[in-house]
């Protein structure tokens, strides 16, 4: 079956301006993830979904960042004003359930804030 | 709070030579996976461990889990170029949330 996706795959925006970052995941998964990559660097956690609640928010770096999930299933990660370090590349991942299960990673998006 | 230290950060070896990436933890784990990142790529889950002791195979990879649970390593026996990329460890934690280490990047010179 399909993988976790993720949209856009690259997005260049100007800094001041609002971005939005899409992730699907797989089909049936109730666990949902957010993490920000730096180049040449490690994961850092953003938040986690268990169905729609958010049951750890704790590494959303500023109240500008914030996510939401639907139906269990689509998620988005809104970044308000963006700022030049917030350029990375945003991964998302799904899994079965929280904590144990293997974590499917998406492909990316890749943000550049000018 | 807890924490998980990944070393070395990097390793650039000669293809043929053989690589090691720790995990240590200053708590007891229940388990830890371990994922590979392709430069590029998006991490791709390899193995998890969960007893303690443990020792699996995957080819050349071989990976330990520690007898106090503390600890975890990955060894690859003879890297070859397709070894290339970085390895994390990610134990589960307190919260019951894996935790990514800061990852091992490994450089294979052929």
């Known amino acids: 079956g399909a993988g976790v996706s993720q949209s856009p795959s690259n997005k260049v925006t100007e800094k001041g301006k609002d971005v939005e970052l899409r992730c699907d995941p797989i089909?049936?998964?109730?666990?949902l993830y957010w993490y920000r990559q730096s180049l040449g660097q490690g994961l850092e956690f953003l938040i986690y979904f268990q169905g729609n609640s958010a049951p750890d928010k704790s590494g959303l770096p500023s109240d500008r960042f914030s996510a939401e999930r639907t139906g269990g299933s689509v998620s988005t990660l809104t970044i308000q004003r963006t700022q030049q370090e917030d350029s990375a590349v945003y991964l998302c991942a799904s899994s079965l359930d929280a904590g144990w299960e293997t974590q499917y990673f998406g492909p990316g998006t890749r943000l550049l804030v000018l | 709070g807890q924490q998980v230290m990944q070393i070395p950060q990097y390793q650039h070896v000669q293809e043929g030579e053989d690589f090691t990436t720790y995990c240590n933890s200053s708590t007891t784990l229940s388990n830890i996976q371990w994922y590979k990142q392709r430069p590029g790529g998006h991490p791709v889950f390899l193995i998890q461990?969960?007893?303690?002791?443990e020792v699996k195979k995957q080819k050349r990879l071989t990976f330990q889990f520690g007898e106090a649970k503390k600890n975890s390593s990955l060894h690859i026996t003879a890297t070859q170029t397709t070894d290339v990329g970085t390895y994390f460890c990610a134990p589960l934690l307190r919260g019951n949330k894996l935790v990514f280490g800061a990852g091992t990047i490994l450089r294979v010179k052929s």
């Open positions: 089909s049936g998964h109730t666990a």
């Open positions: 461990l969960v007893k303690s002791g």
